[in-house]
């Protein structure tokens, strides 16, 4: 049995938690839209042609912010092909995942699905094709009230209230040479200073977020970061971070530790943007949008791979990348999203790329039902538990070696705490794979009351770490009760079994 022990105290935040840490990503890219959120004539397809199982399983997800159209799709999107009447929009060639868009899905419909899924909407421009102007006259469309060309358009559309949309990201992945449009980050820096300065010219309430890295493996890692944030400092108020995470043969140690470099990956950018505030003489701080993370198994040999895909005829929303996802993968997902908590003074931005269907914790079946992936349980469960703020943690675990992220903690946690409803909510990951770790938790400052959750999920019995939700067995892994919490004075005590991520809720009371 590993053991560790865990620190915090009443004074020790790091910050209010940011509610679109828990956003998810829905790209025109395999049947993410079409067949995922949008399938008409499907049995469970309200009047738009939404699905309500898919609705429903969004809601229960939590997902708080929705970045859309993409993802690579965006930087060869034309904005206008998707609205006004459906038969009137064109059928377009989409070379970033090689496939036909008939944009029967556009703007309007995305902005109706997020009313009825209660998400915020963050919406990506095309800086690859496209540029300036695109870009203002995007703004217009969605936020201008009226008696300009594009607001009446959109009134003529159908919606005459402005979409009042305040988050925008300025391209995506622009470092990228499998990019449309990719760019220099000179050319790029400059380009978003100048869209990012006609979107404010038309609405000065945006938020913005310019491209950073594409993952923290680019030869230009850092000095991208440092050059677009010297053009766009003053414009912008977020740099993206994307990351994907998968286990590579068989090393599974290493893969479990993949939070250890999501960490650096933040703290370096979180560096290199205070270097070029101090540089700069800025006043404010670039906060981070970590708008793509999760674990990936890029498989260019699969048939819903892009790279397989690549060869074959052109086809609308074939299946790509359409991960089945293991316990494994669940523990990893609930250290990457403690990461992110922990690293909440910075990061305020997050989106799980993506919803359903491609890379997600929902699948959905054409014609068919929807389930939840073993990687829809932590995520749903600290999106809706993670509130009030995070506290500081202090960990003394046992540790494991890893040989592509070095040491790594065997016990992972983050902790929030809601003052007004006096909830404490733990979330804990044992990254061994064999032993259950004994785990100590001093709450500094609080008498422990009423445990009022306590629920593991954990390698089924009777199967390994492999285990999965499929179509025929779509609850195989889930959340079961953890036995043996106890909570008295400032101590909590529990035991993970092996490879495990667990949630404890309990009441808390001020010393
Ligand atoms: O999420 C899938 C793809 O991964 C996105 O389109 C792209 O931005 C990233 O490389």
């Not at 999501?262 to 540089?279: G, L, N, P, Q, S």
């Not at 040491?407 to 032993?435: C, Q, Y």
């Amino acid at each position: 049995m590993s053991r560790a022990r865990i620190s915090i105290d009443r004074d020790f935040t790091i910050s209010e938690v940011p509610r679109r840490l828990f956003g998810s990503f829905v790209e025109h890219m395999g049947r993410c839209v079409y067949t995922g959120i949008y399938e008409p004539g499907h049995p469970e397809a309200d009047e738009q042609g939404f699905r309500k199982d898919v609705l429903a399983l969004t809601q229960e997800l939590g997902a708080t912010v929705i970045r859309y159209p993409g993802g690579n799709f965006v930087s060869g999107y034309n904005w206008e092909d998707g609205i006004g009447p459906v038969a009137d929009r064109p059928r377009r060639l989409d070379g970033a995942w090689h496939t036909v868009e008939n944009n029967a899905f556009g703007l309007h419909e995305f902005v109706d699905w997020s009313k009825k899924a209660g998400t915020e909407i963050m919406e990506a421009i095309n800086l690859g094709t496209r540029g300036v102007e695109a870009a203002r006259e995007i703004v217009e469309y969605a936020n201008h009230p009226g008696g300009t060309y594009w607001s009446d358009l959109r009134a003529k559309n159908g919606h005459k209230e402005p979409f009042d949309i305040k988050l925008w990201c300025l391209g995506n992945e622009m470092d990228g040479p499998w990019q449309i449009g990719h760019k220099t980050a000179h050319e790029y820096g400059r380009l978003a200073q100048e869209a990012a300065k006609a979107m404010r010219l038309v609405d000065p309430t945006l938020e913005l977020v310019a491209c950073g890295s594409s993952n923290s493996g680019m030869p230009t890692f850092g000095e991208w970061e440092r050059t677009v944030l010297t053009h766009t400092y003053e414009e912008v108020d977020y740099l993206s971070l994307h990351a994907y995470y998968q286990e590579q043969e068989g090393d599974a140690e290493s893969f479990l530790a993949s939070a250890v470099d999501m960490d650096h990956f933040i703290e370096a950018v979180v560096a290199t943007a205070d270097a070029v505030r101090a540089k700069g003489r800025h006043k404010k701080h670039i906060n981070l949008s970590f708008d793509e993370w999760n674990v990936w198994y890029s498989r260019p040999g699969d048939p819903d791979s892009p790279e397989y895909l690549a060869t074959q005829p052109w086809q609308q929303h074939p299946r790509v990348i359409e991960d089945k996802y293991n316990v494994t993968d669940a523990v990893v997902v609930g250290t990457l999203l403690n990461s992110l908590l922990r690293h909440s003074d910075r990061v305020k931005i997050a989106n799980q790329a993506q919803l359903v269907n491609v890379i997600a914790p929902i699948l959905a079946e054409p014609n068919g039902p929807a389930w939840r992936q073993t990687i829809f349980h932590p995520f749903a469960l600290m999106a809706s538990l993670a509130k009030g703020q995070v506290m500081r943690t202090e960990i003394l675990s046992d540790t494991v070696e890893t040989s592509r992220f070095g040491a790594a903690d065997l016990v992972d946690a983050s902790i929030t705490w809601d003052e007004e409803s006096g909830k404490m909510a733990l979330f804990l990951a044992n990254r061994g794979l064999e032993e259950a770790a004994q785990v100590q938790v001093r709450l500094g400052g609080f008498d422990a009351g009423e445990v009022t959750k306590a629920e593991v999920l954990h390698v089924p019995s009777g199967l390994d770490r492999f285990a999965k939700n499929t179509l025929e067995l779509p609850r195989q892994v889930g959340m079961r009760p953890l036995d043996g919490v106890a909570a008295a004075g400032d101590q909590l005590t529990l035991t993970l079994p092996a490879l495990s991520w667990a949630v404890v809720e309990l009441s808390v009371a001020k010393k």
